[in-house]
């Protein structure tokens, strides 16, 4: 991975700043505290994110947003990684950021950056967010405070860090995996042994069974053949009951007929005394007819034999028209007798004398009217007479007639009733001769009542037997089948038992193989590989912290755990006891051996990328000499060193110079 820009906006003391990369040493030299060691922790949140940082010691101090922006080039591919920070209320916290890949931008989660960038990087590592890059920190950049530290941990700690940067801690993963698998397996095979433990017991069960079995089929052959013979029982009983409920039926149906057939002798003969009555009534009927016929004949009149009914209507208007002339004349008399005192009544006049023949003349004309009228009234009176005589006459006409047409009409009724009269005799005699002959069916109906109960008790006992034969079947049946079940239940169990066995059997040898010769395999293997790597690193190492001291009196070395040993003149010395720039120089060539081996298992660090924050403190000026030398003897394409020495400004190829002014850092190319 080669480092190509980085572009920072209020990280730390920074406001803004940037900053390109070129091949070689780079030196961010200026005094203590003025923001050099801010820049590789802004590298590597661009990378990896916070990770065991927080938010808060990244942004700065009162602003809301803050951001990074690093592009570099790794396995010949240009990447350039953007992140933010933003603050809400209180609390400091990523944003999504995105990636640039040949071009083509992708924005991601906080998450999701860090996962792409170490698949971009190849680093086979924890993705969370808040998990630190071991190989970052180890083999690229260790912030300063964290640069002995590696040397000061237990040596399995270190041996299990060393395993992350070096990229095997997948041998020591597959022996706890193995492990954890040897575990596993033992202990599904004791589940598994526990299982089939009561083989013995099942097997002795199922041998009890199948003899049950063969003991229910023999008896289900007997009980079958009982049954059979109970059902041909009930059958032939069947039989008979319905030939004798034929025979009771038949009976009954014909007794049933007697009062029906009584009720119907003493219907018709009921009918036949009515129409005797009928007979006898009409008979004293027709008697008293011929007498009222006799004396309506005598009461006929000879003579009368036109209506006067128009004659006597012709009187009677000649008598209304009298009448009214009578009134006239008797009006017009009156008037005339007023005038007889020879003056006016109404005004006094004296009435002439030739009026008295008129006077006279009216009261004449009214005599003359009343003799009329009267001779009229005589007349109407003599024709109503002969009208009202008429009349009398033709109604007895008509009630002769109608007590012959009563006559006439007894005569049908008669012929009628006669001819029923014969035909109910003859149904009543019939139908007493039915009833007759139905009551001798009712003296057989109780014998065959009595038949019929005996034969439906025999049925009922030749079904009682037969239930009592099928529920004896069924009892068996059911025996059998639960016996079968338990019988299959057990095979079942035999069979899973049986395929349990094998796979104990499998789990066995899976065991046996992973102890003996997986295991041992893994541990020759990472023995072989890490005694390699020790070789090397062994050698570089103490070449590299020979060439960083000042005198030769002390050697280094590293042990199988990698933990470094110190001899002085063939004795052990502590780590403790060496001087401050003794302790930089072990942990400058350590730093720098282990960057060359993770280089080599790395390909996304084939550039040999290094970071080395204050890496010279307690340095002699003749010791930063030497760096020069071990630097390039170590083949780093990109170094970046961060020191307050300026005689390291002699062997670098772009030095940048970082101050602070009033609390906000800047960066300068010198």
Same mark, same amino acid.
């Given at each position: ?96 950021? !995105? ?444 070449? !590299? ?126």
């Amino acid at each position: 991975m080669k480092l190509q820009s980085l572009d920072i906006e209020n990280i730390r003391t920074y406001g803004a700043a940037s900053v390109t990369f070129s091949s070689g040493v780079t030196l961010f030299e200026g005094d203590v505290g003025c923001g050099k060691s801010s820049l590789l922790y802004a590298i590597e949140f661009a990378l990896f994110g916070l990770g065991d940082l927080k938010a808060s010691h990244l942004l700065r101090h009162g602003a809301e947003n803050g951001s990074v922006k690093l592009s570099f080039e790794v396995t010949g591919k240009h990447v350039t990684v953007f992140r933010k920070l933003e603050r809400k209320k209180d609390t400091a916290r990523q944003a999504p950021g !995105w990636i640039e890949e040949d071009g083509v931008r992708t924005e991601y989660s906080p998450e999701e950056l860090k996962t792409k960038i170490l698949s971009i990087l190849g680093f086979r590592e924890n993705p969370s967010a808040k998990a630190t890059s071991w190989i970052f920190r180890y083999a690229v950049f260790t912030p300063q405070e964290q640069m002995k530290e590696i040397l000061l941990l237990r040596p399995e700690e270190r041996l299990q860090t060393l395993r992350k940067a070096f990229g095997v801690e997948e041998y020591k993963t597959a022996q706890e995996h193995a492990n954890v698998v040897q575990q596993h397996l033992r202990e599904k095979g004791r589940e598994i042994k526990g299982q089939v433990a009561d083989v013995p017991e099942l097997q002795a069960k199922k041998a009890v069974l199948e003899s049950q079995l063969q003991t229910l089929d023999l008896q289900k052959q007997t009980i079958f053949t009982q049954v059979a013979a109970a059902q041909d029982q009930v059958v032939a009983s069947d039989t008979s009951v319905q030939a004798a409920r034929a025979v009771s039926l038949a009976l009954e149906r014909e007794a049933a007929e007697v009062p029906l057939l009584q009720k119907r002798v003493e219907e018709l003969d009921r009918q036949h005394a009515r129409l005797e009555f009928d007979s006898k009534t009409l008979d004293a009927k027709n008697a008293q007819w011929d007498q009222d016929e006799k004396t309506l004949q005598q009461q006929v009149k000879t003579g009368i034999t036109n209506d006067p009914q128009g004659q006597w209507e012709t009187a009677e208007s000649n008598v209304r028209q009298l009448q009214q002339q009578l009134g006239a004349a008797e009006h017009t008399a009156r008037e005339h007798q007023h005038l007889r005192s020879g003056s006016c009544p109404t005004c006094g006049q004296k009435i002439p004398d030739g009026l008295n023949g008129k006077i006279q003349a009216a009261e004449s004309a009214f005599k003359e009217a009343q003799t009329k009228f009267q001779t009229a009234r005589d007349s109407e009176a003599a024709l109503r007479a002969q009208v009202r005589q008429f009349n009398d006459q033709k109604m007895l006409q008509q009630k002769i007639q109608q007590v012959q047409a009563l006559r006439a009409q007894s005569e049908v009724q008669r012929t009628d009733m006669t001819a029923k009269m014969v035909e109910t005799a003859q149904q009543l005699e019939s139908a007493k001769n039915a009833w007759q002959e139905k009551k001798h069916h009712l003296e057989k109906v109780q014998d065959a009542r009595v038949q019929l109960q005996k034969a439906e008790m025999q049925l009922r006992e030749k079904q009682t037997a037969l239930q009592t034969a099928l529920k004896t079947q069924a009892a068996t049946e059911a025996q059998e089948k639960h016996v079968r079940q338990n019988l299959a239940d057990i095979e079942a169990s035999l069979e899973r038992k049986a395929q349990l066995a094998l796979k104990l059997k499998n789990l066995e040898e899976k065991t046996a193989w992973i102890a003996d010769p997986f295991l041992p395999a893994l541990t020759t293997i990472e023995e072989h590989v890490l005694r390699r790597i020790n070789d090397e690193f062994n050698r570089l190492f103490s070449r !590299w912290f020979s060439q960083l001291l000042e005198t030769q009196d002390l050697e280094a070395e590293v042990d199988a755990s990698f933990t470094p040993q110190i001899h002085q003149q063939g004795f052990e010395q502590d780590f403790a006891a060496l001087s401050g720039g003794e302790k930089s120089a072990l942990a400058l060539a350590y730093r720098l051996a282990l960057n060359t081996i993770v280089r080599q298992t790395t390909p996304s660090l084939k550039d040999n990328l290094l970071i080395l924050d204050e890496p010279t403190d307690g340095f002699s000026k003749e010791q930063l000499g030497r760096m020069r030398s071990v630097l390039q003897e170590a083949g780093a394409q990109q170094v970046l060193l961060v020191s307050h020495e300026r005689e390291l400004e002699a062997f670098c190829d772009q030095v940048f110079l970082v101050e602070k002014h009033y609390g906000e850092s800047a960066v300068k190319e010198l």
